[in-house]
């Protein structure tokens, strides 16, 4: 039988986690290894060396 009562989270309209996440990249914060390769695979950084930097699409959302 299957429940069709399922627990979520209400859906940020203004991307609030992704701007936190982004700005730990500004400030050169450690963050997991899979999320920065998600952050460069979606364009919003890139890498730079060992280090990871916004790239213009991911500054823009810091400023909206």
């Given at each position: 039988m299957h429940n069709n009562k399922v627990e979520r989270s209400p859906p940020t309209s203004n991307h609030a986690e992704l701007c936190?996440?982004?700005?730990?990249?500004r400030r050169g914060d450690v963050i997991h290894p899979q999320l920065?390769?998600?952050l460069v695979h979606?364009?919003?950084a890139e890498r730079r060396g060992l280090q990871l930097a916004l790239t213009a699409k991911g500054r823009l959302l810091l400023e909206t």
């Open positions: 936190q996440l982004l700005l730990c990249v920065k390769l998600l979606l364009g919003f």
